[in-house]
T-cell receptor
Framework: GAGVSQSPSNKVTEKGKDVELRCDPISGHTALYWYRQSLGQGLEFLIYFQGNSAPDKSGLPSDRFSAERTGGSVSTLTIQRTQQEDSAVYLC????????????FGSGTRLTVV | GESVGLHLPTLSVQEGDNSIINCAYSNSASDYFIWYKQESGKGPQFIIDIRSNMDKRQGQRVTVLLNKTVKHLSLQIAATQPGDSAVYFCAETSGSARQLTFGSGTQLTVLP
């Protein structure tokens, strides 16, 4: 596609449920990033994928969070046993480069845990 | 830890005036800086970037200034328009890092 696509755009879930957020990056972009944006805050790095290399998971806040990237393209961020503090906008970005810069962001998934 | 922050959380300007949004950073190793614009319900959009070997870079109606001595970054928007109303973030990274560190953002409101 022409841009980074994220789905769903909005997700409301009950506390304790698992959720999956999807990111479809720009075709050919080798790098993929997940960020989290809480209300009125800046973006918090979660995880980074680059080609076939092991992902950089240093930003994941707890072991309830995990992410996969299949075939070097689509990525799924999974949050298990969701908590209210997980409520945020989850943003995905992709880049044709292996380093920061040249990011294109998706519109995000707004997650609300009730 | 080291962080990037903004001096002013909100800024209101008259349409047609110039806007200046400031950002302070504390990581002396940062060598690449980016300004993003985020409109409501959308992801951040790249505006302009600058590397640490420069102190000024100009784009279309926007200028980024970098003062490495005091670790300060600013975004100047000329002849501000209603469409410029958004949240503006600065972000920084160093050459060896892959992820960006973002500031908390400034809400720019353009008044008619």
């Amino acid at each position: 596609g022409a841009g980074v696509s994220q789905s769903p755009s909005n997700k409301v879930t009950e506390k304790g449920k698992d959720v999956e957020l999807r990111c479809d990056p720009i075709s050919g972009h080798t790098a993929l990033y997940w960020y989290r944006q809480s209300l009125g805050q800046g973006l918090e790095f979660l995880i980074y994928f680059q080609g076939n290399s092991a992902p950089d998971k240093s930003g994941l806040p707890s072991d309830r969070f995990s992410a996969e990237r299949t075939g070097g393209s689509v990525s799924t961020l999974t949050i298990q046993r969701t908590q209210q503090e997980d409520s945020a906008v989850y943003l995905c970005a992709s880049s044709p480069l292996g380093t920061a810069g040249g990011y294109t962001f998706g519109s995000g998934t707004r997650l609300t845990v009730v | 830890g080291e962080s990037v922050g903004l001096h002013l959380p909100t800024l209101s300007v008259q349409e047609g005036d110039n806007s200046i949004i400031n950002c302070a950073y504390s990581n002396s190793a940062s060598d690449y800086f980016i300004w993003y614009k985020q409109e409501s319900g959308k992801g951040p959009q790249f505006i302009i970037d600058i590397r640490s070997n420069m102190d000024k870079r100009q784009g279309q109606r926007v200028t980024v200034l970098l003062n490495k001595t005091v670790k300060h970054l600013s975004l100047q928007i000329a002849a501000t328009q209603p469409g410029d109303s958004a949240v503006y973030f600065c972000a920084e990274t160093s050459g060896s890092a892959r992820q960006l560190t973002f500031g908390s953002g400034t809400q720019l409101t353009v008044l008619p």
